[in-house]
């Protein structure tokens, strides 16, 4: 099948920047790291996570742009591309591929989490969800995923509303959404910390995130600090290389790499700084895991003076950053798409946002009428999966990490010294020794041992 040469470019440097903040600022800085910060002691692990986006993070996302960059196209579009240019081997396309699939199958779960920011933030609103207690948090948060009519209706919303985004194009729909949604992202993150900073505990939250305790330091604790650094990036699936494909040309890799990297990781800060105040203020647990956000922090909505309107932004928070980065997810499959199948990236878009919300379903179900289906049970380290459990455990525990090592190994050892020189344009020249040393030794150890420790 012919392939078309798409011309798909971001209009600026800031549009691209703040799309680039967009796909990696999600639920993984809000949600997990808040949990993942209460779970492994706090200020150790934020000290680890920290070093972790700046020697692991940014190297590894540097060479994933560059790629990018250089193929201009998807990730698969860009390997063949490749191929001919810097004698790289056309097998790299069959990892795009592989990457593309599990790009999708991630989205399909994700915005089933992601319609739980929408219908709570409707509850909270018309004041239905008001927990007073632990067991009423929990209970309403049950009962909304025993409710399988209920998941498919507010997920279907969610993949509608990055649907819709997506089947515009970049310019009329990415660009467009990425304008007014991030920096209403940070409006109402910022708000909601001046909230906390006045009403909650907010010298405790300060205490607790900054000042590291070094005896809570071990191996599982760096383990997860570094993965969630990693990760959070979204860095190993080839999003961030679509991205990159359609920077501007004046645009500097690396310099936008080092822009992306830390606005990630303070997102990730601020929110936490805005948490926790709360959650010392309503002497909750700061290590409540998974439930955090949406088990514990109901309490204190439902405790505080205007905890409908306070409860509903945070939640309209979350669904603005899981928006944002899932558009950049689905973006990923549509331009590979859009390569094979011209002229019809609407109709394209639409009929993968109705695949990916029926895909969906098989979250949704995992949760209620197939909780008790574990169809690996008897092999390690699938046994107790459910079918979520599974597509979770593969995208996220294998081929992230191995994505991740590839994308390293590629743009450290395949691409050419001088190609990769004249791409990041690093001055003075010992910073390009010390991007290739990361990124071709150091970050493929770091996420081998990430990798190893997940199995």
């Not at 989205?107 to 927990?131: H, N, P, R």
């Not at 509903?312 to 950049?328: G, K, M, N, Q």
Request: glycine share 10%; hydrophobic share 55%; with cysteine.
């Amino acid at each position: 099948m012919s392939e078309a040469v798409l011309h798909r470019n971001w209009s600026s440097r800031y549009v691209f920047i703040m799309a680039s903040i967009g796909s990696t600022v999600g639920l993984s800085n809000i949600w997990k790291f808040t949990y993942l910060v209460g779970e492994n002691g706090g200020g150790a692990f934020v000290l680890i996570y920290l070093a972790s986006l700046i020697f692991l993070g940014i190297p590894v996302l540097t060479s994933e742009f560059m790629l990018g960059k250089l193929g201009g196209r998807s990730m698969v579009g860009s390997f063949a591309l490749l191929s001919q240019k810097e004698g790289l081997s056309r097998h790299w396309q069959v990892f795009g591929w592989v990457s593309m699939i599990t790009v999708f199958m991630i989205l399909s779960f994700y915005c089933v989490i992601a319609g739980l920011t929408i219908d709570y933030t409707v509850s909270t609103l018309a004041g239905s969800l008001s927990a007073g207690s632990a067991e009423e948090a929990v209970s309403y948060y049950n009962d909304i995923l025993s409710n399988p009519l209920r998941l498919i209706v507010f997920s279907g919303s969610f993949v509608l509303f990055t649907t819709a985004i997506v089947a515009r194009g970049v310019g009329a729909g990415l660009e467009k959404s990425t304008r007014w949604m991030m920096p209403g992202l940070f409006v109402i993150l910022i708000g909601l910390l001046i909230y906390s900073g006045l009403t909650g505990e907010f010298v405790q939250a300060l205490r607790f995130m900054l000042v590291p305790d070094f005896e809570k330091i071990n191996a599982t604790v760096a383990l997860t600090a570094f993965g969630q650094a990693f990760f959070s990036l979204g860095i190993g699936l080839g999003v961030m290389l679509t991205y990159g494909a359609y920077m501007p040309r004046e645009a500097s890799v690396a310099r936008s790499s080092v822009t992306i990297a830390l606005a990630d990781g303070l997102v990730a800060i601020i929110a936490g700084l805005a948490i926790f105040p709360i959650v010392f203020q309503y002497q909750l647990s700061p290590a409540e895991g998974p439930g955090l956000i949406f088990m514990t922090l109901p309490i204190a909505f439902g405790q505080m003076p205007g905890g409908n309107y306070v409860g509903a932004l945070f939640f309209v928070l979350l669904a603005f950053a899981a928006l944002s980065s899932s558009i950049s997810l689905l973006e990923s499959v549509i331009s590979r798409l859009e390569e094979l199948y011209p002229n019809s990236r609407s109709r394209i878009t639409w009929i993968a946002g109705t695949l990916l919300w029926l895909t969906g379903w098989l979250t949704v179900f995992s949760f209620n009428v197939w909780s008790d289906f574990m169809p690996f049970n008897g092999f390690r380290p699938l046994a107790g999966k459910t079918v979520f459990g599974l597509i979770d455990y593969v995208a996220s525990n294998l081929i992230m990490p191995v994505g991740g090592i590839l994308m390293a190994v590629i743009g450290g050892w395949f691409i050419s010294k001088h190609t990769s020189q004249s791409s990041l344009s690093l001055s003075p020249s010992w910073l390009f020794s010390v991007w290739r040393f990361l990124v071709r030794y150091v970050a493929p150890v770091a996420v081998l041992l990430i990798f190893l420790s997940n199995l």
